[in-house]
Structure formats: C-alpha cells, structure tokens
C-alpha cells in the first residue's frame, strides 16, 4: 500500500544527499517537529500518505494534530463507520476541550486516554476486556473476531464470559452491560493500531520531509507521478502555491527525472511525452560530452538519430526544453515558432554532417563544423499565438506549464464560488456499509475550464449529444451533454471553447464524469458578478467621445448601473468629478462593451466592480 511512498522518501533523501551533502537518517527524525505538525494543522497534506483526500484534510484542519498519537487516532477513525457514528466529531470535540472527557470506570482512563475516551482501535477493546474481566489476550482476541463478524450466537457467549468476569472484578451487572455493548459497538468499527500506527510513521516522515526540505520532496513527488498528469497538474499548482518555482525541462539542465536546483525544482526530461529512456540518456550524454547544447543543428550532428527523431525533438520543442536555444532579443513565441520549423532541417544537417564524418569528409570552404553552425540561421516563422505555444505544451507535457488558458479567469471562478477539477477529482470517495465499491456523487456543482477532445454522439432515439473533456490548471474531467442541454448550447461547446458548466459530478474508483445541467462561457461570467461600471474620462475628452461613448452604452443596454468619472488637473490640485449616468441607461458589462468604451476613452478607462 505505501510502496510508492517508500520510494519517494528514498528519493528525497537521495535529492537531499545530492544537494546539502549530508544523509538525513530519516528513520530518527524528531517526533515533534513544529512546522510537520502545522503542515498537518493547515491541510497541506497533497503527496502525504493516507491523509492527502479532501475530506482528511478538511478533518486535520479541525482536529489539530500536535503529536503522532493524534494521527495515528485520525488515521484510524478516518472511515466510513466512525465517520457515521459521530467518533470523529466526539474525538475532535473532547480534544479541542468543547466536550467533557469521560470514562465509565477509572481502570479504563489509562486504556484510552490517548483517544480521549474514545474507542478507536481493536487493541482498546482487547485490553478493555482483559483488565475489566480478566480475560486473556487469546480470549480478547477471540472476543475482537467475535464483535467484527457479528454473530449472534458467538457474541452471546462471549457476553457471558464477560460478565462472568466482571462480576468477579466487582463490577456491577449494570456496569458491566453498558461497557460491553459499548466495546461491542466500537469494535465494529475499530481499526488495527498497529497499522494504523506505522501508517501514521509512514506519514509523519513524508510530511517532515515536505515542511523541512520542500523543494526536494516536491522532486521526488513529480518524479513519481511524472506519468499521472492529473495529478502532476494538482502537485505542481500546490507547490507554486507554497512558494517553490516549478522551472520548465531544459535541454541543458534537465536531467532524466525531476530535480532540485537553487530556484526550486527542474522538469525532468521523462516528463516529456514521446521521450523515452534511450533518447533521454542519448541527450545527457550528448550535453555531458560536448559542454552544453548550442543549437539543434549541434544536437543532431552528435545523436544517433534512429533514437533521437523527428518526433523527439518537436516534443522538446513544444515542452518549453529548448528555450535556451532562442536567439536573443527573440521572445518565445516567435523563438518556439522558429525552433519548430528548424527541425527538419537540423535533422538534415545532422544526418549529413554524420555521414561526411564517416566518410573523412570536411567543410569545403574550411573551418570545420563550428565554422558551418555559426553559418544556420533558423527559418522564418509566424510565431506562435498564446493559445497556440500553450497547446503544445499540453501536448508535449500532458499539462498547461508556463500558463493556462483560464488563468485570466481565475479570480471571477473563485468568486463565482465554483470548484476546480482537482476539488472534484481528490475528494475521498465515501466506502459503502456493506462492502460494495462506493461512490462520490457532487450534486449541482459548478466547474470551469477549455474544453479538449470534443466528440458528437447520437442517442438510441438518433437524438445529436456530445462528450468532452474539460481541463482546468489541476487536471481534466469528463462532460457529457445531453440531447435536450446539446440542442440549446451547441454553439457554445467546440474545442479551445472557455466554458463554466454546471452539473453532477460522479465518480468511483475507476471512472469519473460530469453530467451537464447548464453551461455559460467563461467571458459571460465576469458580467453575471458585475454591480456596475465605471468610465474615467479626461476633462480634455472632446464631445464627439461623449457622444459616441452615449451611443456605446445604447447599444449594450442591460441592468448594471453606469458611473462617470472625469479627472479635472487645476495647478497643482487633482481633482475627480463623478457622476451617476441617468437610470434609463443600463449596461451589459459584456468583453465586448469593456472593448468598444476602451477603444474610445483609452485602455484602462473601464472598471467592472463586483
């Protein structure tokens, strides 16, 4: 279960040998460091084992672990019984001190202090039955067998053994009754300490390595989930989030996996789709020789270019790995534009430059190879739009790295209240009670994101819908649009389209998918938040602007309130003059109406207040 866990630690403690210099013996770490347990306090348990889904971190966040016993108790009460019969509400509640400690009998305080008198594991009720009546470890765990299997006529036995020897403990048959059917209900649910125990370990060691080295555990995480581009996507935005720069693979500092470098952490090369071991190592090697890749030119006169082709070197391209090769003075879209069309000329150049090698051949006009590389110029090429240079990042890397298309949309999404694919894709998927596989379902939730991979369909019936995905800066969902939502939106959905779609999310332990309810563009949306707007003007603005910005405001008519604000410059006084524009003028506060006034009053003359 925490093989993969295993390995990253190893790998963080191998980044940090690599890095400081120094093996941290992590099996010794202090147990009671401050800035692990505040990781755990504040939730930041993304890539922690057993405490990374929603629904623990939002338990962490209430209960306030201070010591490993608190998560190891967590780690134990964090399933569907306890979840159900009010456990973890009474364990948060009793420790945070807003509900009073109580034990039936002084004899059990020492049994289960550490859970505030809360039965959380099988051992308590193994040492509950042997202190209280006076069984032995192979009777109370005949009696912990008994209790998880429920049978009747088991538990009926073992009922009077138990009170056979509590009476004999001087405990009353009352007594003695109440703390049985308490055992008995607890013990259902009770989860094996020992494992929960070197669970907790487990998770306290991964956790010390993220609040104390960051930067190497954020490596050997992406490392580890370098194929897992859903939740590499979700990795990487939390590691920006806490302050550590995912740097973009480079064709001269990348190595195979991701790595710690003084400004945060480097792609790795595996990342790259297309790119296998043998034309990484081919690259490394190359880069190692010869000092630093100069050119694509240079590159592909040292490869083997059987292993190392035309489809490796336009994934490098389109990952952002070559942007150390752009000319100066070059911006990357224009450079990224300009590598890619140099490609197959590189390859050419470099298959003839290996075959003159061969043959003892050399430059007819003398100089050699660095005479005839200082020579290539890279071709002519439109540059790439933002959409464009985005996309191929997400073809090359699986994700949106050096941005993402719905980035500009980010603050109205939050403030619109909707969720982000990760929200839905990492929320814990609830176990059912009887042992089937469970299922999360979200109703009425709102997602935005581009829309990717459209496909139309058709019903049984010959009814037109469709299917998509729907991709957000943490990762991708499925969106399926019935005939009834297709017919009133199709205009709406086709690919590269920014949308906010409203729906159900449902999800299991192999798929997941969003069922459409309704759908809205992303660029409608800032208006729907809109209160108003307000327009600045200069005192100087002629009355012919006045006139056409009249004639603006008419044409986008809607329900939002319009201010007018002028800027009056007396000497050394600066004074704005604002007025309230008449009640029969409303405006859609639309993309378009933010365009038309800007076009007339200058850029920046509008403010949308929400």
Excluded at 127 to 138: E, H
Excluded at 334 to 359: C, M, P, W, Y
Excluded at 489 to 498: D, F, K, P, S, V
Aim: with cysteine.
């Amino acid at each position: 279960l925490g093989l993969s866990t295993l390995t990253l630690i190893q790998d963080a403690l191998a980044e940090i040998k690599r890095t400081e210099n120094f093996d941290l013996d992590i099996d010794n770490v202090p147990l009671d460091d401050a800035k692990t347990y505040q990781l755990f306090v504040d939730g930041q348990t993304y890539g922690i084992f057993q405490f990374e889904s929603s629904g623990m971190r939002e338990i962490l966040r209430r209960a306030k672990p201070q010591r490993l016993e608190d998560l190891i108790a967590m780690n134990a009460l964090y399933r569907p019984g306890p979840l159900k019969g009010g456990m973890v509400d009474d364990y948060i509640n009793r420790k945070a001190g807003r509900s009073e400690v109580k034990y039936e009998l002084a004899s059990l305080k020492p049994i289960l202090e550490d859970t505030y008198g809360v039965i959380a594991y099988q051992e308590q009720v193994m040492r509950m039955a042997s202190v209280l009546a006076g069984f032995t470890m192979g009777q109370s765990d005949v009696l912990r067998k008994a209790m998880g299997k429920k049978d009747p006529k088991v538990m009926a036995k073992q009922r009077e053994a138990f009170m056979s020897g509590a009476l004999k403990n001087n405990i009353t048959e009352k007594k003695a009754s109440k703390i049985f059917e308490l055992m008995e209900y607890f013990a259902g649910y009770g989860f094996n300490k020992s494992h929960s125990t070197a669970y907790a370990f487990l998770a306290y060691q991964t956790a010390y390595l993220k609040a104390n080295y960051p930067r190497h555990f954020a490596a050997a995480l992406l490392t580890i989930e370098a194929a897992n581009t859903d939740k590499l996507a979700v990795y990487i935005a939390e590691s920006r989030e806490r302050g550590i720069a995912v740097l973009p693979p480079d064709i001269n500092q990348s190595q195979l996996h991701f790595t710690v470098v003084p400004e945060g952490v480097r792609f790795g090369l595996t990342a790259i789709k297309g790119l296998g071991d043998g034309a990484i190592r081919a690259i490394i090697e190359v880069r190692e020789r010869t000092g630093k890749v100069t050119s694509l030119h240079q590159l592909c006169e040292e490869l083997d270019l059987r292993i190392v082709n035309k489809k490796v070197l336009e994934a490098l391209v389109k990952s952002g790995a070559c942007d150390s090769l752009v000319p100066a003075g070059v911006g990357l879209p224009a450079g990224r534009a300009k590598l890619f069309g140099a490609v197959d000329s590189a390859i050419e150049h470099g298959n003839r430059t290996q075959r003159d090698r061969e043959l003892g051949q050399s430059d007819l006009f003398g100089g050699g190879e660095e005479h005839s590389l200082a020579i290539i110029r890279l071709p002519d090429a439109a540059p790439w739009t933002e959409m464009e240079l985005l996309s191929h990042e997400k073809d090359a890397l699986g994700l949106y790295l050096s941005g993402h298309p719905i980035d500009r949309h980010a603050e109205n999404l939050r403030a619109f209240g909707a969720k982000t694919v990760g929200d839905l894709t990492m929320t814990e998927i609830p176990q059912s009670t009887d042992g089937s596989p469970g299922r999360l379902i979200i109703e009425d939730v709102y997602v935005g994101g581009i829309v990717s991979g459209f496909r139309g369909l058709k019903t049984k019936k010959g009814d037109p819908m469709c299917v998509f995905t729907l991709e957000d800066h943490q990762g991708a969902v499925e969106v399926v649009v019935f005939p009834e939502m297709f017919g009133r939106h199709r205009a709406l959905i086709e690919n590269g389209a920014l949308l906010l779609v409203r729906g159900k999310f449902e999800r299991d332990e192999e798929n997941s998918r969003f069922q459409c309810a309704d759908i809205l563009p992303l660029s409608a949306l800032k208006e729907r938040l809109s209160r108003g707007v307000r327009i600045r003007l200069k005192a100087t603005c002629p009355r012919e602007t006045i006139e056409a910005l009249w004639e603006v405001m008419t044409r986008h008519r809607g329900d939002r309130p319009v201010a007018v604000e002028v800027e009056m410059n007396g000497g050394s006084r600066h004074v704005i003059v604002r007025a309230e524009v008449t009640h029969s003028i409303r405006v859609r506060t639309s993309e378009q109406f933010v365009s038309d006034v800007e076009r007339l009053c200058g850029v920046g003359s509008v403010t949308i207040h929400s």
